[in-house]
């Protein structure tokens, strides 16, 4: 088991695109790290030189203290599981775990014991004899996980594994590759682009955005402490509100309308007058009747989703969510909202990032 | 992939793929080599590995007069005849197999399968296994020594249709639907969205049935008698007379250069047509 | 498959299919059934009547010795070309496929040889192995090689085997590069990962997965061998010498040429096609099998 460290590591194509671009990060021994981001931002691509798979243009990668630049995939002591699952389609399920152990010349009866604990640990051992094409999704899966087990490596590897299985299977996968996790103990490095995927797996999150990190933190920092508005709309759903505001005073914050709302000057470092952008989480809004002088939601549309119903509509001239408690009556057209200071946000309008005090 | 690569592993592709490349080209080397000397420096075996100066005279001779002996047609009239063999064969192909898939797909009617298997069928009838029954037939019509004989009977395409048909089979319905409800019968249908939608099919389809038309061996060889139907691929071997001293060689080699010039330069400016005709008539 | 939208018309279909049925029964129905009659019937000695003998002309055909000689060297034929151009096609296509430079002007300098006609591939390696001005004859001379395809049957058809490979390696390595650009790029990468060295990594996975690719091709490769290269026999040898280079087909050709035994000729047509009735179906039966892999 080992930590990754990577330092100013950069990723330029031929065609002169840069798909990484200079970033460090550390990813401690025994964490499970999710790297989460948009398609295109460059988080695959991380993966793929951590792995080995993409050499580097720059920067340093270091795997459990070795520096890996040069080194080979084989030799980086690091399994992956491939988003379609590469399993070799010729080779029986025990045959494709036992592969790279016999690659490596381990004994017979140590990989018969290894492939056969793996499948005990992923329930696939009916299988053994099967060729991949005669296997579901689900269990595709856990022979691609399998595969990666009986290599007991220093890091896994995972690029969106579940991004190919329907949306029960994904929710099932995903608690059995957490509570594997718990298990085994070992540095996990997981892709996806679904934030509630990054939400219940990682210890920690790391939001990518066009090459360079937005943000890393645990999935609760991320969420309620986002460094920027991209961090800010990418994680929770429905996205936060954002909209413009000026600091009337120290831990007010006015709106377009004149009306305003309380947020924590001792956190958030803007001066007055300045001109900022609000983020309030449409479920951290409460509504009350209307009254002047409050800011004042028009909604327009509702959306029933059960539990909760969302009402979009207009606040102040910008477009507004408001995720409330769904009961039986229809709220009235117009609403009085307010936050708790700790809830509202402040962003810089230009930069985008948060004002947060360091 | 970051993999160590030691200096062997890394030029050996470019071994291998040069060494290939020089194979192949080199027997066209040769002959564009030959077709630059003097007969004598032919016929005794006197060429090198550069040029000679007769480059000029060779072709303008074998062009526009032919050789002494075997056959004295001039190859310009070969050359002729075997663009019009290979452009009525293409051509003749592609309409024929388009509208025998066009009616397979787009309608139903008794005797539809029979009319697709009956197609299907001539794939494992090829020209050799039925040579001289089907000579007889063309010599019955009068049509040996015609353009006629020697195309018509090439022009039936199982491939092309099968491969039309697929084609056919992945236009959505909805197309269909779609021109259905703006008036369009099947012939507006056909020309208006169709064809269009069929252009690199043809187009790819077209760069190998003109091969396979300029190519052809057997089939002229029986049609044709008179020097002045021959094609260039009969003509060139009508030069070569295997157990005497005639063969000018000088001149069978420009010959081949000409004979495999312009199906060759097809090939090459025409790549990506030509992979996507290839493997999918295969398919 | 089944199609909802389409077009009525009762005439219309049979219309457009009428210029393909033509043909088909013209050239290719009539004279196949023709074959078959025909090689059920025998001329007597002068040409002057015919009788219906039933499979007789097939019970000659079956103790020809002859026969048997050209089904020999057609086998032979057919099996050394296959097997030269299918491992040159592969090993060209496995090194054309690596990321390297200059990929792309390797493979158009490799795939025009499909382009030049047999015959005329035939004259060219003719040209070159011509024993009395041959380039290459006379440094096989010179190294004591006592070469001459138009004596020598053995050499004859080493002369045609390379002509026809030589042709052929272009198509082969055309469709092992589609058979190698159709496995993932990240099985290959997973067996990096899991440590197999690039020679390993070939054999115990490119290869395995290349094997439909090869078989379908060593088919087709076949029937090549059987049907087009007759311009390259014609052209080089002629069948000679002393037949050692008269496959099936040309047998077919110099038979009927001659005219005395159209029977005979007809009942090695018939032969033939069931040989291609048979290489037919292995290739279809093999498609469905390609299509649930």
């Known amino acids: 088991m080992a930590s990754v460290v990577l330092e100013a590591v950069r990723k330029v194509y031929a065609g002169g695109v840069e798909a990484v671009k200079g970033l460090s990060l550390t990813i401690p021994d025994g964490s499970f790290t999710v790297l989460l981001g948009p398609s295109g931002c460059g988080k695959s691509t991380l993966l793929r030189m951590i792995a080995g798979l993409e050499e580097i243009s720059g920067g340093a990668i270091t795997i459990g203290g070795k520096k890996v630049n040069d080194v080979e995939p084989s030799e980086r002591d690091i399994a992956m599981v491939f988003q379609n699952y590469a399993l070799y389609p010729h080779m029986s399920v025990y045959d494709n775990m036992a592969y790279g152990l016999r690659n490596r010349g381990t004994a017979k009866e140590e990989i018969e014991r290894r492939v056969a604990e793996a499948a005990r640990m992923l329930a696939i051992e009916p299988y053994l004899q099967r060729k991949p094409r005669a296997l579901s999704g689900g269990q595709r899966q856990r022979v691609a996980m399998g595969r990666a087990i009986v290599r007991e490596p220093a890091a896994f590897l ?99 309308d004149g ?100 | ?43 005794t075996g006197q060429m090198t590995l550069l040029p000679g100066n007769q480059m000029l005279q060779n072709y303008e001779r074998i062009l526009f007069s032919g050789t002494n002996s075997t056959t004295r047609e001039p190859v310009g009239t070969m050359l002729m005849n075997s663009f019009i063999m290979a452009m009525v064969i293409a051509l003749g192909k592609i309409a024929i197999s388009l509208i025998s898939a066009y009616a397979i797909v787009f309608f139903r009617f008794p005797f539809r399968m029979a009319a697709f298997w009956l197609i299907f069928v001539t794939l494992m009838l090829p020209v050799e296994v039925r040579i001289y029954p089907t000579y007889k037939i063309v010599a019955d019509l009068q049509l040996l020594d015609t353009y006629t004989g020697l195309t018509l009977p090439l ?106 010039l312009p199906p060759v330069f097809v090939v090459v400016l025409m790549q990506k047509l030509f992979v996507k005709g290839l493997v999918e008539t295969e398919k | 498959m089944e199609r909802r939208a389409l077009f009525g018309g009762k005439l219309l279909p049979y219309t457009l299919l009428l210029p393909q049925f033509a043909i088909v029964v013209v050239f290719f129905y009539f004279p196949a059934g023709q074959a078959v009659w025909q090689s059920m019937l025998m001329e007597d000695a002068f040409g002057i009547s015919t009788e219906f003998v039933g499979f007789e002309n097939y019970q000659i055909l079956a103790a020809d010795p002859d026969y048997y000689k050209t089904m020999l ?103 092992f590069l589609a058979g190698l650009a159709a496995i993932p790029k990240s099985v290959i990468e997973a067996a990096a990962i899991d440590g197999a060295r690039p020679m390993r990594r070939f054999w115990t996975i490119i290869f395995p997965l290349l094997s439909p690719t090869a078989f379908f091709l060593l088919v087709i490769n076949i029937v090549y061998v059987f049907f087009d290269t007759f311009g390259i026999i014609d052209s080089v040898t002629g069948g000679g010498p002393a037949g050692n280079t008269t496959t099936m087909v040309y047998k077919v050709y110099q038979d009927g040429k001659a005219g005395s035994n159209l029977g005979g000729s007809a009942a090695q047509s018939v032969v033939l096609m069931i040989i291609v009735i048979a290489l037919t179906a292995i290739q279809f039966k093999f498609v469905e099998r390609k299509v649930q892999y």
């Open chain 1, 158 to 256: 995972f690029d969106e594994p579940l991004s190919n299985l329907d949306a029960k299977l994904r929710v099932q996968m995903r608690l059995e590759i957490r509570k594997l996790h718990n298990r085994l103990k070992a540095t996990s490095i997981f892709v996806t682009h679904d934030q509630v995927e990054a939400m219940t797996l990682a210890d920690q999150v790391v939001v990518m955005n066009s090459g360079k990190i937005e943000q890393t933190g645990t999935p609760l920092e991320i969420y309620r402490r986002p460094a920027s508005k991209f961090v800010a709309t990418f994680i929770g759903s429905p996205a936060m509100n954002l909209f413009p505001g000026t600091i009337a005073a120290p831990g007010k914050v006015t709106l377009a």
């Open chain 1, 259 to 358: 009306t305003g709302f309380a947020y924590d000057a001792n956190v958030f470092d803007a001066k007055p007058g300045a001109k900022v952008e609000i983020g309030l989480r449409p479920e951290d809004a409460k509504a009350s009747v209307a009254a002047p002088g409050r800011p004042k939601l028009v909604w327009e549309v509702t959306e029933e989703l059960g539990a909760t119903r969302l009402l979009h509509g207009m606040l102040a001239g910008s477009p507004f969510v408001l995720a409330m408690q769904a009961d039986i009556d229809t709220p009235a057209r117009e609403l009085a909202l307010e936050a708790t200071p700790e809830t509202v946000h402040i962003f810089d309008p230009e930069s985008g990032r948060s004002l947060r005090r360091a």
């Open chain 2, 1 to 43: 992939m970051v993999e160590r690569q030691t200096l062997f592993a890394r030029i050996l592709p470019h071994v291998v793929l040069i060494t290939g490349v020089c194979i192949v080209a080199f027997p066209v080397y040769l002959a564009l080599l030959a077709s630059t000397y003097d007969a004598a420096t032919v016929q």
């Open chain 2, 155 to 260: 022009i039936a395409s199982a491939t092309a249709t099968l491969l039309f048909r697929q084609f056919f089979m992945t236009v959505p319905e909805e197309l269909v639907e779609a021109s259905k409800i703006d008036g369009a019968g099947p012939y507006k249908f056909f020309k208006d969205t169709l064809l269009p939608l069929s252009v690199t099919t043809m187009a790819a389809l077209f760069v190998i049935q003109f091969i396979y038309g300029w190519n052809q061996y057997l089939w002229p060889l029986l049609i044709t008698t008179r020097d002045n139907m021959q094609t260039i691929v009969i003509g060139i071997k009508k030069m070569i007379v295997t157990q005497d001293a005639l063969t000018e060689w000088q001149l069978a080699m420009a010959t081949a250069v000409l004979a495999l």
């Open chain 3, 73 to 175: 060297t057609t086998a032979v034929f057919s099996i050394l070309v296959a097997f030269l151009s299918l491992s040159c096609g592969l090993l060209l296509a496995v090194m054309a496929d690596k990321q390297i430079k200059g990929a792309t002007i390797y493979k158009t300098m490799l795939i025009w040889p499909y382009a030049v006609a047999p015959a005329v591939a035939g004259v060219l390696w003719l040209f070159m192995f011509q024993p009395s001005l041959g380039m290459l004859a006379k440094m096989l001379r010179s190294w004591g090689v006592d070469w001459n395809p138009l004596l020598n049957g053995n050499h004859a058809m080493i002369l045609v085997v390379l002509a026809a490979t030589w042709k052929q390696i272009s198509y082969n390595f055309l469709f």
